[in-house]
């Protein structure tokens, strides 16, 4: 089985390009879904990060409030090391389970969308690494008007990654994402084309 590494920086474009592999008939293993589910209420996941940050993180309904633990985590590097440590391993075991399922369905090719697949050092197990990276000014602007926040939280959580430069820097294939989403499909066509 090839495994497919996806990354790329917040706002980039990243989770568009997982789509496109996707619509290609391409299983794709979705780190930030299972890391949604490694949070749900009651799991391992959850109760580490409750007892880490106390129950003000979470809804009425007991699950945990994502906007709100995010800004607590990337307005502050240690809390945000520190829920990252809290919940690699159950993250890592989560993606590990997924591809496992895929390799037992008879799967050739599988693609890895981690957002923090160098930083969570997965990259050892991808060929190719695919880094899907924007301008900074264009990166900022996208970021800000997806999730509607200011110029500060936006930086934030562009800084709490690794720099797009690194991350272009390491990766077999990079797809630049500065025009429309037709150009962006054009890219993809190319890429695939030249993989097959």
Known sequence: MRIVGLTGGIGTGKSTVSNLFKAHDIPVVDADLVARNVLKKGSGGWKKVVAA??????????????????QVVFSDPAKRQLLNRLLAPYISSGIL????????????????DIPLLFEAKMDKWTKPIIVVWVDPEIQLQRLMARDRTTVEEAKNRINAQMPLDKKRAKADIAICNNGSLDDLNENFKKITADAD
């Open 97 to 112: 389970v997924e591809v496992l399922k895929l390799w037992m369905k008879g799967c050739k090719v599988i693609v890895l």
């Open 53 to 70: 940050f106390g129950e003000d993180i979470l809804l009425e309904n007991g699950e945990v409030d994502r906007p709100k633990l995010g």
